[in-house]
């Protein structure tokens, strides 16, 4: 346990001032119920910054300190509900995400889609052994009941995240690279696509660029996933409602001058470097809102996941419904380069945006959301017993087939208990559920 947070802040220390790297740890966001709590985790970093140069005087001086933040917190802190997510408006605790959870549900209006990329199951294994070791508490993921496993496999084998997405997207299976359409590269209707003609709002968020596979699955139609200009197009010429990714000027570039002016009439914030300052501008509804990120902002605790849903969820609220997409793509890039800390990190950004998710459906039992990942990279397996995870659990830096895992929570969600499905199978049921066909 203690060397696990070691290595944690070790990491955290080691890629700190870095542009492109994952910054974000449970204790430093929102894992944590109390500010005495939080402030002793503080302490503990600083403790283990000045030791960096001794290894053996970093561990000790760590296990001290977090000995000394558990006796400190529990003789002088009120006992509190343990908070799985909380922005200072919306807040959840284990007791209220099980409430929900039990909840009953109906007819969906809303259907959402949340995909961890590149997720595995090993990553929530770990992730869970290391929120409950250091900070006890665990994953909202592992409160929801109804839970099985997912096939990923593309045409082309193991797949990429073009064809995934778009099986996740449309309930087809595709060839590697290709983006919203069959083999034979005739154009695949997607979900987006089926809730607009069901009069419903669209919404796609990523955490990373919009011009990735995941995201340009559920909207787009390319053969090739390399051809932005041709993605970047298909996103304006569908306008989702809610367009929320990062890489504005990768995004912009790619377009003629036309099709620039009809980005331009769309609400569009430019990078602004926070997202405080782009989702809380106040913007006319009305209108399709596009919101950009700086560049490698991936998983920074301002630009968290959870807060681009939050801001997503109250722009697409009406009475009609909506279709909403959650990517978060941290794990993918932690498999490929093989980062465990960021692996395991990763998991806990997609965690806190699902407790969001939860505090939603409180309020919107017509609510339907399924959660799953695209594929596994890495090939993440798990330590042995006692002992710390490093880079040594990683068997490749490519995706696998290894079966992911697949959650469902509102009505007909008990369909995916125990079950191993296809992830075409999770996409038709999305779909007709959006449709109002179950
Ligand atoms: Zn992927």
């Keep these: 346990m203690k060397r696990w947070l070691a290595l944690l802040l070790a990491a955290v220390i080691v890629i700190s001032g870095c542009d492109c790297s994952t910054s974000e740890t449970p204790a430093a966001t929102s894992s ?3 500010t005495t709590v939080s402030s002793a ?12 140069t001794a290894t053996t005087t970093t561990t000790t001086a760590v296990a001290t300190a977090v000995a000394t933040t558990r006796t400190t917190a529990a ?8 908070v799985w997510y909380t922005n200072g408006e919306v807040s959840i605790t284990k007791e209220e995400a099980t409430a929900i959870l039990s909840q009953p549900y109906v007819k969906p209006n809303n259907v959402i889609v949340m995909i961890g990329d590149g997720m595995g199951p090993n990553d929530l294994i770990l992730c869970r052994r290391f929120c409950r070791e250091n900070f006890d508490f665990g994953l909202t993921l592992d409160l929801i009941p109804n839970s099985g496993l997912c096939i990923t496999d593309s045409l082309s084998g193991v797949t990429d995240s073009a064809a995934a997405g778009t099986a996740l997207a449309t309930g087809e299976k595709t060839k590697n690279g290709v983006i919203g359409m069959s083999e034979t590269l005739a154009n695949l209707k997607n979900i987006c696509e089926i809730a607009r003609e069901a009069g419903k709002k669209v919404g796609v968020v990523t955490n990373d660029a919009l011009l990735g596979a995941t995201p ?3 909207v787009t139609h390319s053969p090739d996933r390399e051809n932005g200009e041709r993605i970047a197009r298909g996103y304006l010429q569908f306008a989702p409602d809610v367009l929320i990714g990062k890489e504005y000027y990768t995004f912009r570039n790619t377009l003629s001058a036309a099709a620039l002016a009809t980005m331009d009439s769309m609400l569009v914030s430019k990078e602004k470097g926070t997202v405080n300052e782009v989702l809380n501008t106040d913007l006319d509804c009305t209108k399709p809102f596009l919101g950009f990120f700086e560049e490698g902002t991936l998983d920074r605790p301002n630009n968290d996941l959870a807060h681009m849903t939050e801001a ?10 909506f279709f909403l997409m959650v990517e978060n793509a941290g794990t993918d890039k932690a498999g490929h380069d093989n980062n465990i800390v960021r692996k395991y990190n990763s998991v806990a ?10 505090k939603f459906m409180k309020d919107h039992p017509d609510t339907l959301l399924l959660i799953t990942s695209d594929h596994e990279t890495g090939g993440v397996t798990l ?13 490749t830096d490519q995706h696998t087939d290894t079966a992911v895992r697949v959650f469902a929570v509102g009505h007909g969600a008990e369909q995916f208990k125990g079950k191993v499905v296809d992830n075409t199978d999770i ?9 109002g066909e179950r």
């Design 216 to 218: 340009a699955a559920f």
């Design 427 to 435: 996409a038709n049921f999305a779909i007709q559920a959006v449709k």
């Design 32 to 34: 944590v119920s109390t």
């Design 312 to 321: 997503a969820l109250n722009r697409l609220e009406n009475q009609s419904g």
């Design 383 to 395: 330590p042995a017993a006692g002992e710390e995870p490093t880079a040594a659990l990683f068997t």
């Design 349 to 358: 950004t997609l965690d806190r945006a699902v407790a969001v998710v939860l």
């Design 75 to 82: 003789t002088t802190v009120v006992p509190a509900p343990r």
């Design 41 to 52: 985790v503080t302490t503990t970093a600083t403790t283990a910054t000045t030791a960096t």
